[in-house]
């Protein structure tokens, strides 16, 4: 978090990450960090070692985010106020509470929760008897390090916005993605928060559901109580506490502005995403809701290419059935018909967890056991989506596709079982699609770079960026202390782009592109030049792209992507970039900053 200015002492303005644009302003509701009741129990013997992996798991990912927060701290405020924070850490790397956290889950069975809770307990009697008031104050600090390492335990669960009762920007360490996906847009204005990143998928879900958010604050929580007045503004990424008039004013205006340019738009919505000299391309939307189809028709674009299924599964406590997928899809291919819904197969794990499904705690989730590799292990779960969609196709255009393929042996495997549910529902008479499309998200460096192996078993690629840039640079996407590093025009990420590109269009194959890179029309004359076909995103950015590309020639495109393809660093692709929309269309740089 960085203190930008401070015009009066009362306003103070934070600086984190945009990842949903919009000006809200209303008080502010706090998220309660009390957190719900502890699960406690005695654990079988043979629960021990995967209880003490998860116990470390906890303490890992509580000392990551406490680095975060402290260098947060340290970099906008200094270092007195950070170093608070070695406190923290010195309680984590205490090997005496740590080992008799670890006794504590060995001898006497107990699980990691009550194991925490106990050393916890213990700390903070012992330190409250001491005599110096410094040590005696630091019981805050050990049950605020317990406190978070319970939240990590638990797999940071639901927090209770129960006491929201007024219109509201809420004030959170973190939302998941479900939280996200439960919010009330009724009651939630904005909502800001001291972890996240911008492909997080619950910056994804913000967007979404149209609601204002800044992520990475840092430590917003720790500073603020509810009921103060915030003004925010997702599109430049602040927080401003207590704002002045002159602030409410000044953003009242931008917003205000930012909405002539946006409905100044709006009359392109049946035009064609077509080049000033005669290129045609085809822009998607991605949504996460049944409810967001409607968006999707007022924005002129020509269909769903990413509906991200895992939502059915992630905001409730079981399964769902293959009757109530069925009723989701059919509902959304069927409102869209003739346009086409490209329906992604369950991308469960990452970041995204759902009650019903029990899976592992790991330390790299993000690698680990996620989408397609979770389906392929779980086939009957798989089956029951693959025969949902399958029937949902014969209301409609639909279309389907995979995440996370690695090499081409899942695509055979994932394709085998889907003829399995063919030969079933054609037993069972049960209508499909028979030319139903199949395709694959190229979202890992393996699959763009043997993308002319897997171009072989399917119809179309969609380049899922948000992960290919997480995989290519090695920086986690919701890691908000290397949030600087995750650049999605570096070279390396533009080279795997366009061997993707060339290696479909060998094969007679469409590509287009689903991640965020798709939907920030500074990027989108350079992803022309690539010669990509099809660009999907949230639905409040289809006009902006469009009005970029009915702005530029092929040529302009084609001349761009040269020159990034020969860049040295993300920076100087960004400025070729941003050089072309000045020249072309430069009131759209109001809308992206
Ligand atoms: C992507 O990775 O770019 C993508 C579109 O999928 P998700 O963001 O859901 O991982
Ligand atoms: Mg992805």
């Known amino acids: 978090m960085k203190k930008v200015r401070k015009k009066k002492p009362e306003e103070i303005i934070l600086k984190g990450i945009g990842v949903s644009p919009g000006v809200a302003v209303g008080p502010l509701y706090r998220v309660d960090l009390e957190e719900a009741p502890l699960s406690e129990r005695e654990l079988l013997p043979e629960e021990i070692p995967a209880e003490i992996l998860r116990f470390e798991a906890g303490i890992i990912e509580t000392r990551r985010q406490i680095n975060a927060i402290q260098g947060n701290v340290r970099r906008a405020i200094g270092d007195y106020d950070a170093n608070i924070f070695d406190v923290h850490k010195m309680v984590l790397d205490d090997g005496a509470f740590i080992e008799e956290a670890i006794r504590k889950i060995q001898v006497e069975r107990k699980n990691a929760e009550a194991a925490v809770r106990l050393v916890a307990n213990r700390y903070s009697e012992a330190l409250s008897l001491v005599e110096d008031e410094y040590l005696r104050e630091r019981v805050a600090d050990v049950k605020d390090v317990a406190r978070r390492v319970f939240r990590n335990l638990a797999g940071r669960k639901s927090h209770m916005l129960d006491g929201l009762h007024e219109r509201s920007i809420v004030v959170a360490p973190d939302l998941a993605p479900s939280e996200t996906a439960s919010l009330r847009k009724d009651m939630v204005v904005g909502f800001a928060t001291d972890m996240g990143s911008s492909t997080s998928h619950t910056a994804i879900m913000a967007r979404a559901l149209g609601i204002p958010a800044v992520v990475g604050l840092g430590d917003i929580t720790a500073r603020v109580s509810s009921g103060e007045m915030v003004l925010m503004d997702g599109t430049e990424g602040i927080v401003i506490l207590h704002p002045s008039g002159s602030s409410l004013r000044k953003y009242g205006k931008l917003a205000a502005a ?274 990509i076909d099809e660009l999907s995103m949230a639905p409040a950015s289809v006009p902006v792209v469009k009005t970029i590309i009915r702005s530029i020639t092929g040529e302009q495109a084609r001349v761009l992507a040269a020159q990034a393809l020969m860049a040295g660093s993300a920076a100087e692709v960004m400025d070729h970039c941003r050089k072309l929309i000045a020249a072309v269309a430069p009131e759209i740089l109001e809308l992206v900053r």
């Open 258 to 531: 930012r909405k002539m340019i946006q409905s100044g738009l709006s009359h392109l919505r049946d035009q064609p995403a077509e080049t000033l000299d005669g290129c045609r391309k085809i822009l998607s939307a991605n949504i996460e809701l049944v409810d967001e189809v409607g968006a999707v028709k007022k924005c002129g674009a020509e269909g769903v290419g990413l509906f991200r299924s895992e939502y059915l599964y992630i905001t409730r406590n079981e399964l769902p059935t293959e009757e109530e997928q069925l009723a989701a899809y059919r509902e959304v291919a069927s409102l869209l018909a003739p346009a086409p819904v490209i329906i992604r197969t369950v991308d469960l794990g990452g970041d995204k967890f759902a009650s019903a499904v029990k899976m592992p705690q790991e330390i790299n989730p993000f690698l680990g056991f996620r989408a397609i590799r979770f389906c392929l292990a779980q086939p009957e779960i798989f089956k029951t989506q693959l025969r949902a969609i399958l029937r949902a196709s014969a209301f409609g255009k639909v279309r389907m596709m995979y995440p996370m393929i690695s090499n081409v042996d899942e695509v055979v495997r994932a394709n085998t079982l889907l003829e399995e549910c063919r030969k079933e529902l054609r037993k069972r008479r049960v209508a499909f699609d028979e030319a139903l499309e199949v395709g694959v998200m190229i979202e890992i460096p393996s699959a763009a770079l043997t993308a002319d192996l897997i171009a072989r078993h399917v119809s179309f690629f969609s380049i899922g960026t948000n992960d290919l840039v997480q995989y290519t640079l090695a920086v986690d996407r919701v890691n908000d202390r290397v949030a600087h590093l995750y650049e999605p025009t570096h070279p390396a990420v533009l080279k795997l782009i366009k061997h993707t590109i060339e290696a479909g269009h060998n094969r007679n194959i469409w590509v287009g592109i689903c991640g965020q890179m798709a939907g920030d029309p500074v990027l989108t004359p350079l992803l022309i030049g690539l010669g």
